[in-house]
Every structure is written in C-alpha cells, then in structure tokens.
C-alpha cells in the first residue's frame, strides 16, 4: 500500500510545472525591489521587445535585450563602464503571476553566483 501511495505522490509531484505565461512581460514598465546593505532599493525600467531602459537613484542605464526563448534572455549593457559592465546577463523567469514574475540572474557562465528576484509589471 505504502509503495502504491508512494508512486502516486510521485506521479504528481513530477508532472507539476510551474506557471509561466513569459510573453506578456517582454514589453511594458516594470519595478524591481531589493535589500541593499540592509536598506530597500527600488529600481524601475522600461524594456520593448530589444531594449531595456532603466532608471535607479538618478541615473538612467539601458541594456539590448535578446530573448534565447519566451522565457528567458541575455541583457548585454550598450554602455558599459568597466569590464564587469561588458559581461551580459542571463535571466530566466522562473513563474508568472498577473502582473508579477519571479526570476534568476547570472554573469553569463556564471552559475554559483546566481541570485533571484521578482519584478511587478506596473504598466
């Protein structure tokens, strides 16, 4: 019986996908919130089907975007002032809600270094 119950918690759990409906998160304005030095920074962009333009603490900065499918793309900065700045991107939506997704980030190659986040779509 154990073994029955067992297969079938597993037969379950393995099917189950997140939701992710990515395309509606490719354009639109878009709010980022994250605790820096115990504070929270709040940053805000604007992104189209290949740019991404964003605006934290006064400065604007903006990035080409390339989407490797509907749910993930590479952010590469069109103005990168060091080498640091040169390196791109890689973000992958990890699941979708209405006006919200929840994500992870990386340097290109850089997997251990891999954060996450979620971002409120706001227009």
């Known amino acids: 019986m154990r073994t029955i119950i067992s297969c079938a918690f ?14 509606p998160f490719h354009n639109g304005t878009f ?10 920074e709040k940053s805000r962009f604007i992104r189209n089907d290949t ?16 989407w490797v499918n509907d749910c993930e793309c590479v952010l590469t900065k069109l103005n990168p002032k060091s080498n640091q700045e040169k390196r791109p991107i890689s973000m992958r939506i990890l699941t979708t809600k209405k006006n919200s997704y929840t994500f992870e980030y990386s340097l ?11 971002i409120t779509k706001i227009k």
């Open 108 to 118: 290109v190659g850089d997997l251990k270094n891999t954060q996450r986040g979620t």
């Open 31 to 40: 709010e980022f919130e994250t605790i820096v030095n115990n504070a929270l």
């Open 51 to 66: 740019l991404e333009i964003e605006f934290y603490k006064g400065k604007v900065d903006s990035a080409s975007i390339r």
């Open 10 to 23: 597993f037969l379950i759990t393995s099917c189950y996908t997140p939701n992710r409906n990515c395309i």
